[in-house]
């Protein structure tokens, strides 16, 4: 009787990713095409400004105090409320639940893990970059200045560029970038746009950020959306691999299911000459057992053994026969 081996949920969603993708046709991979790289090199030299403009103590630093100074904070406080839940879409862990649950049902309906690599890499980009950024030029936030008009460089703080106005530029932008049409790539890609926007600016009016902190942050996030293209090799290369490990483990597990565990191997041991005529007397039937039909008890005959210590009993009767009546004594 042939039964089917009992599949795993892990098996279950391998064999669903082992299936041909249903995204359409038309849409095709991101390729760093030439218009791509001209962007990626103008966003390049933007960011490179914003920094030079910061480190000189520019017009930007100055607008920078003049913005904090205002106190957006206090002018509109009656939307204070809103902006502290407006801002966590640019906080990291929340985001990344978010968009992470959502691509994982894509890539159970496309049955690949591209989604989630995808999402993988650009915040691993974003973290690489923009924490080496922060901490590398160490500004200071306007709740810790120390100096009026000062670019406040280099004094330990963390917060140039801006990680919120990144991260959301990241997040909400993978989810254009992986659009399966083009209808709702640009579509995505306007609601990414204002929503990064939107933290960014959230920022500025609680205070935590510079002005110049939000452009930079802008710019960063762009600068990962440009250049992950250049990642998708990798991706392909790190999809593979995964489905190479699966298929590894599973023939593994084929192995060790053939043979049943716990089964210990047969050691046949061989006995010395004068054993052997021991055990092949002891493997003969007995004498008494010898073969024939099975005769009832009653239809048996009493048989006493030779040699019974028992002595005989004369007024034992056989059954079913009538004793003699004994004399009766006495007077």
Known sequence: MRTEPKLTRLDRVFARLDREPERPAHIDVPKMSRHRIVLFAAT??????????????????????????????????????????????????????????????????????????????????????????????????????????????????DIFPSGHTANAVVTWGILAYLASSARAQRWLSAVSAVTSLGVGMATVYLGTHWLSDVLLGWTAGLLIMLGLPWFEPLIARAEDALFDLRDRVRARRRRTSAVPLGTPPVVITPLPADREDVAARSSRAPVHLAPGPHTARSERSPVTPAGSRRPPHPERHPRGSTPSARPVTGG
């Open 44 to 157: 390049l030299a933007f960011y490179g400004a914003i920094v030079w403009a910061v480190v000189i103590t520019s017009w930007l630093v100055r607008l920078d105090w003049q913005v904090m100074f205002f106190r957006p904070y206090q002018q509109w406080s009656e939307i204070h409320w809103f902006v502290d839940y407006y801002v966590v879409l640019g906080q990291r862990g929340p985001t990344a639940v978010m968009v992470a649950a959502w691509l994982g049902w894509r890539s159970w309906r496309q049955h690949t893990l591209r989604p989630l690599l995808a999402l993988g890499v650009s915040l691993l980009l974003l973290n690489i970059t923009v924490g080496a950024a922060k901490y590398g030029m160490g500004r200071l936030g306007p709740h810790y200045a120390t100096i009026i008009g000062s670019n406040e460089m280099w004094l330990g703080g």
